[in-house]
């Protein structure tokens, strides 16, 4: 379009003709989780009253009345040192609740996963061994197989003893091994910890479309939005219920502030 930009288009153009078009000899490999699905069913999954939570020498928050139903997925946000993993515990039956009322439904299956859970990993066991005692029966061989794979488990990694592997790896391990099982409720704390990118994004789709109920934790912005559809909030000893996503979250909150800050400018006038 202008007369000034033709030399540095030509100059472009004869860069674009020496390009070789290369061919990729291995395909990208393309991740897909499939989690058995538990038994469909209705009604409410979580029920509490009352309840308080936290240690012999501290309380972290009480009050707390809530209920989660079948087939919800919350997620628990807050700052750091709030009381996120103290509740996910306390749910988990981890750590007792000081007092009130907690009941899951009667049927339920509840997977736990943390950090330290990993540590509980018999370690006479290889990798594949593991993953083939905990999964459900109905599970087939290749789909065990094809589990360890994404969760960066192939070839010679499965012959290793579970005590020689890091910390990471007994995490993703741990991981694993809980979504091989027909479990009805995931608790879930940080579980993208220790997983690249594209097994991250793999795990989100696979949550999004779990069917049971799932109660996690997670500082990853993209992946709490993409699987939650319930925000809890602990903030001062307090847990206060958000139906939504992160966005909508997200979105009460900024509005929240623009009406603080309205009160405040109308109290200084």
Request: hydrophobic content about 40%.
């Amino acid at each position: 379009a202008q007369a000034t930009k033709a030399t540095a288009a030509q100059s472009k153009l004869k860069q674009i003709a020496k390009l070789h078009t290369i061919e990729i000899e291995h395909p990208l490999k393309n991740v897909r989780i499939r989690i058995p699905p538990p038994e469909n069913s209705k009604g409410v999954a979580l029920y509490a009253r009352e309840l308080v939570i936290g240690y012999p020498n501290k309380r972290v928050a009480e009050h707390i009345a809530c209920e989660v139903n079948r087939g919800d997925h919350v997620a628990i946000l807050g700052d750091n040192g709030q009381g996120k993993s103290t509740l996910l515990k306390t749910l988990a039956g981890e750590i007792p609740a000081i007092d009130g009322t907690m009941r899951w439904f009667a049927k339920a299956r509840v997977a736990y996963y943390a950090q330290h859970v990993q540590q509980m990993l018999p370690t006479h066991l290889t990798v594949q061994e593991y993953l083939t005692k905990t999964a459900e029966v109905t599970i087939l061989p290749q789909d065990i197989l094809r589990m360890a794979g994404n969760f960066l488990f192939s070839d010679d990694d499965l012959e290793k003893p579970i005590s020689v592997l890091s910390g990471g790896e007994r995490a993703r391990l741990c991981l694993a091994g809980i979504l091989l099982k027909r479990h009805s409720v995931l608790l879930l704390d940080e579980p993208t910890n220790h997983l690249d990118v594209e097994t991250v994004e793999a795990l989100g789709v696979a949550l999004h479309e779990f069917p049971g109920t799932i109660i996690f934790i997670s500082h990853d912005r993209t992946f709490v939005n993409q699987i939650a559809n319930i925000i809890f909030e602990v903030r001062n000893g307090e847990i206060k219920r958000f139906p939504g996503t992160y966005q909508d979250y997200i979105y009460h909150l900024e509005q929240a502030a623009e009406e603080e800050t309205k009160e405040r400018s109308t109290k200084t006038i």
